[in-house]
């Protein structure tokens, strides 16, 4: 670890920094936590203090500096149909529901979506879903996969995974089906999977009108970075874009508190949905 100085003035203003660009929020004992996560890329930019991050972010270099603080600041675990329950609910409630023909369309957002894993595993559920259905052989999913990582993106875009990445949630069957080895111990995502996501830069504290109107949104584990009255304002943002009637789905942990008059609550056992109203 390379360490660096964290002043309180400096703390505070890269938290303030931190929270006005991206939304994510750092509680008051935290400098461990950002020593620990930042200590390699301060080593890599000859960075000695916060002070002189938050200067070099607000430069020219700022973007691109600003995805990897990003990237290090939110690092967590992503896998391949995560909690597996949301993709259970998504192919016995949500797809019945919402694909009734050949010629049904159904809109998703994957909020969030990092290195890929989460869009991915809604269109491979999806290509089952229709396979097993063949009066929905015409019908049409798409998914809208947003980040505001630079860096993550592309990885999702490319679409190639080690073999150690593919054995976190992903079975070896799916594997075989939609995967292609590339090289010696690397696999990419079949064209057919791919063809039905669409890769965007969003900031979630931006507008969301270029994703158009939607029949669900799956928005889990990063609600957790943000305030009390950003969340909310998220999560009504959220609302807006949503069909009426349309579902929302969030991580276990997360939930939506004093937002009762947008959203029903929907019991699934196991899981929770949210329904716009």
Not at 166 to 189: A, H, I, N
Not at 254 to 262: H, I, Q, V
């Amino acid at each position: 670890m390379n360490p660096f100085t964290i002043t309180r003035q400096g703390f505070k203003q890269f938290s303030s920094y931190l929270e006005n660009s991206c939304g994510i929020v750092l509680a008051e004992n935290k400098e461990y936590l950002v020593q620990c996560r930042l200590s390699k890329l301060m080593g890599e930019h000859a960075l000695k203090d916060l002070d002189q991050l938050v200067l070099a972010m607000s430069r020219g270099q700022g973007k691109k500096l600003t995805d990897q603080v990003v990237d290090a600041m939110t690092t967590n675990e992503t896998l391949w149909f995560r909690d597996t329950h949301p993709y259970e609910v998504l192919t016995k409630r949500l797809f019945p529901e919402l694909l009734v023909s050949s010629s049904s369309q159904m809109k998703i957002w994957s909020a969030a979506c990092a290195t890929g894993q989460e869009p991915y595993s809604i269109s491979m559920a999806a290509s089952e879903y229709i396979e097993s259905n063949r009066g929905l052989k015409g019908a049409r999913i798409s998914i809208t996969a947003t980040d505001i990582s630079s860096t993550a993106l592309a990885v999702a875009k490319k679409g190639e995974y080690e073999l150690f990445a593919l054995g976190r949630g992903l079975s070896k069957q799916r594997q075989d089906k939609f995967f292609t080895q590339v090289s010696e111990d690397t696999w990419g995502v079949n064209s057919q999977i791919k063809a039905a996501i669409a890769f965007k830069s969003i900031n979630l504290l931006d507008s969301y009108s270029m994703i158009g109107k939607l029949d669900v949104i799956f928005c889990r584990n990063v609600l957790i970075y943000f305030s009390s009255s950003l969340k909310k304002q998220i999560l009504e943002k959220m609302h807006a874009q949503l069909k009426p009637g349309g579902y929302l789905v969030l991580g276990a942990s997360e939930s939506l508190p004093g937002l009762s008059d947008k959203f029903e609550v929907i019991h699934c056992k196991p899981g929770i949905l949210y329904r716009a109203v």
